[in-house]
């Protein structure tokens, strides 16, 4: 797991915070300085942050478990999307829907109705509406794939959130943690890292910034979920390993029964041969 160097973090603008007017004071600890009235990141603390964040994400992946990716941002929206995607992770680029965590089994019924048109599609029952009752579904069927699309696969709440902006994204983040579930993000000098378990104090606006942050993580995850494959054949090995020698002992105690009963059966035949003694 390789962690981005200072210059690398430098070039990406990764310590280009806000206004110093726009500050918050909770910040403080990861701003470095302040030039022409702009407050610069400490990007020491942010390489250590990162490198936190990706050992923590890349367990959980490993572990099995889902984290959703959260980015409504222009800059933001089609970076997660493709990195999310190759790691087949859920992501919310759209509006965040309320409720979406705290209110989870609403959500998914949204997402079961997509699957339900899919079916009509499929089966013939659009042929019997009418025209107008057709377009109508599908402008519906559009507007779920638009907003829910990318969380289709995510059955039960994820087992954390990673966010871009956590001043943008206050409502999710906020669900999280009435719920308990840990959160990753991009803090940049105008947001209060306090709501966020895992802080990477960075410029959360510069496209450049996100990407660099995003193929950290997704690397890290990668690596997690590569570990799962290896550790789930080597299980599967042993558990092989194991069985093997439990079939070979029932052979071989099959074969010492059917020893034992053919001298059984033997002694008699023998018994009745033998003359008898004068």
Same mark, same amino acid.
């Given at each position: 797991m390789a962690t981005p160097t200072f210059e690398q973090?430098?070039?990406?603008?990764?310590?280009?915070?806000?206004?110093?007017?726009?500050?918050?004071?909770?910040?403080?600890?990861?701003?470095?300085?302040?030039?022409?009235?702009?407050?610069?990141?400490?990007?020491?603390?942010?390489?250590?942050? @990162?490198? /936190?964040?990706? $050992?923590?994400?890349?367990?959980?992946?490993?572990?099995?478990?889902?984290?959703?990716? +959260?980015? &409504?941002?222009?800059?933001?929206?089609?970076?997660?999307?493709?990195?999310?995607?190759?790691?087949?992770?859920?992501?919310?680029i759209e509006r965040w829907p309320g409720g979406m965590l705290t209110n989870f089994p609403t959500i998914r019924k949204a997402v079961k109705k997509m699957t339900t048109i899919d079916r009509m599609a499929k089966d013939g029952t659009f042929d019997n509406l009418s025209k107008r009752e057709r377009l109508q579904i599908s402008r519906q069927r559009a507007k779920l794939e638009k907003t829910l699309g990318s969380i289709a696969d995510l059955?039960?709440?994820?087992?954390?959130?990673?966010?871009?902006?956590? @001043?943008? /994204?206050?409502? $999710?983040?906020?669900?999280?943690?009435?719920?308990?579930?840990?959160?990753?993000?991009? +803090?940049? &000098?105008?947001?209060?890292?306090?709501?966020?378990?895992?802080?990477?104090?960075?410029?959360?606006?510069?496209?450049?910034?996100?990407?660099?942050?995003?193929?950290?993580?997704?690397?890290?995850m990668a690596e997690g979920l590569e570990e799962r494959k290896v550790e789930k054949v080597d299980t599967d090995k042993d558990a092989s390993a194991e069985a093997a020698p439990r079939r070979e002992r029932r052979r071989v105690r099959r074969a010492d029964v059917e020893g034992e009963a053919v001298v059984a059966e033997e002694a008699p035949a023998a018994a009745e041969e033998a003359p008898e003694a004068e």
């Open positions: 973090l430098l070039e990406a603008g990764c310590h280009f915070g806000h206004l110093k007017r726009k500050w918050n004071p909770a910040m403080a600890p990861y701003i470095f300085m302040e030039r022409n009235g702009i407050h610069i990141i400490d990007l020491y603390k942010t390489a250590a942050k @990162l490198d /936190e964040a990706a $050992a923590a994400l890349k367990n959980i992946a490993r572990q099995g478990k889902k984290v959703l990716f +959260v980015a &409504t941002k222009k800059q933001a929206k089609q970076v997660v999307a493709d990195k999310a995607s190759t790691i087949n992770m859920p992501y919310v059955n039960r709440l994820p087992s954390a959130l990673f966010v871009v902006d956590v @001043l943008k /994204e206050r409502i $999710a983040v906020a669900e999280a943690n009435r719920l308990g579930i840990p959160v990753f993000a991009m +803090v940049d &000098t105008n947001s209060d890292p306090n709501g966020v378990d895992y802080v990477i104090p960075c410029n959360d606006d510069a496209s450049k910034s996100i990407e660099l942050v995003l193929d950290t993580i997704v690397a890290a």
